[in-house]
């Protein structure tokens, strides 16, 4: 499962960058993200809740920051189990890019599921998958320009 996307966020780059590497605004952009603590400056430890159709997962495992160009890119890796459910597998390439007060983030994500969850059926999980992406970005957005009116 592969998909781009962009999200125009109206904040200078370097709070977008900040924002990225903060374990309290992730956490609450993530959906179904429970908790998230950072295990050191690029590794952080998450447990996410996950509904596919109907099978519902919670996935324990690590986000990976590599590739790191700050402020203007890196890549996040990310590594879960769902117990009976399977496993998930993924990253997404995020870039920063300047334009005058706002920032375009532009993003190329990959996702592997298995177990169970993988009998789904691709078209499934590939919607399911694009809307998750599609729901963070988004909470994201709101969520940095939320900080940047009350800061």
Excluded at 42 to 65: N, P
Excluded at 68 to 93: H, M, N, V, W
Excluded at 111 to 137: C, H, I, V, Y
Aim: aromatic share 8%; proline share 3%.
């Amino acid at each position: 499962m592969d998909f781009t996307g962009e999200e125009r966020i109206a904040a200078p780059r370097d709070v977008v960058w900040a924002a990225l590497n903060d374990p309290e605004i992730m956490r609450g952009c993530i959906p179904g993200c429970q908790s998230i603590e950072r295990l050191s400056p690029d590794v952080f430890e998450a447990t996410i809740k996950v509904r596919f159709s109907l099978l519902s997962a919670t996935f324990h495992g690590l986000l990976t920051l590599s590739y790191i160009d700050a402020p203007k890119s890196y890549t996040l890796s990310a590594e879960g189990k769902g117990g009976l459910a399977g496993f998930a597998r993924g990253s997404a390439d995020i870039v920063l890019e300047e334009r005058g007060a706002e920032t375009i983030l532009h993003y190329r994500s990959k996702a592997e599921l298995g177990g169970r969850l993988a009998q789904l059926g691709a078209r499934l999980l590939d919607s399911t998958s694009q809307k998750l992406a599609e729901g963070f970005f988004s909470d994201f957005n709101a969520a940095v320009v939320a900080k940047m009116s009350a800061g």
